[in-house]
């Protein structure tokens, strides 16, 4: 399946679905490298945070309640998903999950700061991204930095 985005001149748009959930956002800021949105389910197992989250990434959970550490568990790998969306990329083709470091801006994960490991290709970058969650529906968005912003 191609790629499921949409644009103009000067405009960015990213889509995402899960199961009866479909969410969009658009861009037409000139100065925008990209956008990317993702949507997932919230689940409370353990498996995407060993699967896509780093040692680092997981020790900066430590402390949290069980239920508080699967919620920023889940908005970190959203935020991973909407950046490698907003290359263009997917994960895999950046390095898989580990080629993004995300890094909390504030004490919910509302904010959250994602690198973008050294590459050839994509050269080092980094990306801010927000995140909801509503139930058991977490949503992140991303945009890339500038080059002059970063």
């Not at 001149?9 to 969009?24: E, K, Q, Y």
């Not at 060993?50 to 920023?72: C, I, P, V």
């Amino acid at each position: 399946m191609e790629d499921p985005s949409v644009g103009g001149p000067h405009i960015l748009v990213s889509i995402a679905h899960i199961d009866h959930v479909a969410v969009a956002i658009a861009c037409a800021d000139r100065r925008a490298q990209g956008i990317g949105i993702d949507v997932e389910r919230f689940r409370t197992d353990r498996v995407i945070e060993r699967f896509g989250l780093s040692e680092s990434e997981r020790r900066s959970l430590d402390g949290l309640a069980a239920r508080a550490r699967a919620d920023h568990v889940a908005r970190m790998w959203c935020a991973k998903e909407a950046v490698s969306k907003a290359l263009g990329t997917g994960l895999f083709p950046l390095g898989g999950p580990s080629a993004l470091t995300v890094e909390r801006l504030d004490e919910w994960g509302a904010r959250l700061r994602v690198h973008v490991a050294e590459s050839p290709e994509y050269g080092a970058r980094w990306f801010e991204a927000a995140t909801a969650r509503n139930g058991d529906v977490v949503l992140a968005t991303a945009v890339a930095r500038c080059r002059g912003d970063e």
